[in-house]
């Protein structure tokens, strides 16, 4: 049986957001399948503790480690997206659907191109740290721009034996710097503490199917 077509994006959703010479911009990026408090939890708290001017939500069209039979539509993924992104800062965005980008290397070396003269951050929940080795290219992406982890439930230790940290543990910035991150050239990476959500998108959708 075929499948339904998938619902077309906005285009304004496939442009690269816009930023200035001389930002500090947060670039977020995931499945948000489905988006939730957590994820805007993150956000938040990136936004505050890195003293950034913008955080780019990078809504992917999917993830290569991921199963994505459960995937829900892009559209739906940006519209609910937008719905728990509230701060003004926070742009909800699918370009990389655009430019049929599919690895976060991919996605970091088309920003750094389009952008010259704006740092930005890589942001990540720590719960990614423990796989992030599998992650393709995963030294070009912690080569590319600085990396700001931050604390999810359950992964506050285990960050620490993680194959990542221990490659780059001289590039650890103390947290108390974390907000001059986005200025300092990669590799360059801190890990950020505070308020946790438990939270997660893959106990949403079990929740879902009841």
Known sequence: MLSS???AVSSRYLKMPHAEKGLAVGLFGGSFNPPHAGHA???EIALRRLALDQLWWVVTPGNPLKNTR???PLTERLSLSEQTARNPKIKVTA?????HVRFTADTLALVKARNPGVDF??????DSLRDFHRWQRWRQIVMTFPIAVIDRPGATLSFLSSVVAKTFDYARVDEGDA???ARMKA???TFIHGPRSSLSSSAIRKMAKG
């Open 5 to 7: 077509p998938q619902p």
């Open 41 to 43: 939890l993150v956000a």
């Open 70 to 72: 459960e995937l829900a």
């Open 95 to 99: 370009f990389e659907a655009a430019h």
């Open 121 to 126: 951050v890589w942001i990540m929940g720590a």
């Open 179 to 181: 907000p001059r991150l």
């Open 187 to 189: 590799p360059a990476w």
